[in-house]
């Protein structure tokens, strides 16, 4: 059994934020796991492995026993640096191999 999930999400924002930075989309997710299910059943480790700031998309890993509070934490997630937003999760996958991209699909999100 793999010990991580791995997604592809991205941070769908109403207005533009002060910076978009790697340390803050991740603060976000986290603090959402921990409003979500508290300090005890919201921590975990959320790694975020690739950022794009330009397309506010990322590569994150969490532990496959918490993926389906991280997603049940991206979907209720409505504040970013107090700005509306949402979490889409593209792709997901136990493999990292598995969130590769075609070239189409790229060209498709930017």
Same mark, same amino acid.
Request: proline content about 4%.
């Given at each position: 059994m793999n010990e991580y999930y791995y997604l592809d999400i991205s941070l769908k924002l109403a207005d533009e934020p002060d910076q978009l930075l790697p340390v803050y989309f991740k603060s976000c997710l986290e603090r959402s796991l921990t409003?979500? @299910?508290?300090?005890i059943g919201g921590q975990t480790t959320v790694d975020v492995l690739k950022f794009d700031a330009a397309r506010a998309r990322a590569i &994150?890993?969490?532990?496959?026993? @918490?993926?389906?509070?991280?997603?049940?934490?991206?979907?209720l997630t409505g504040q970013f640096q107090d700005i509306p937003c949402n979490?889409? &999760?593209h792709k997901a996958s136990p493999?990292?191999?598995?969130l590769t991209e075609t070239y189409l699909e790229y060209f498709k999100a930017s």
């Open positions: 409003k979500i @299910f508290g300090e &994150v890993r969490v532990p496959s026993d @918490f993926y389906v509070k991280f997603r049940a934490a991206t979907t979490f889409i &999760v493999i990292l191999l598995g």
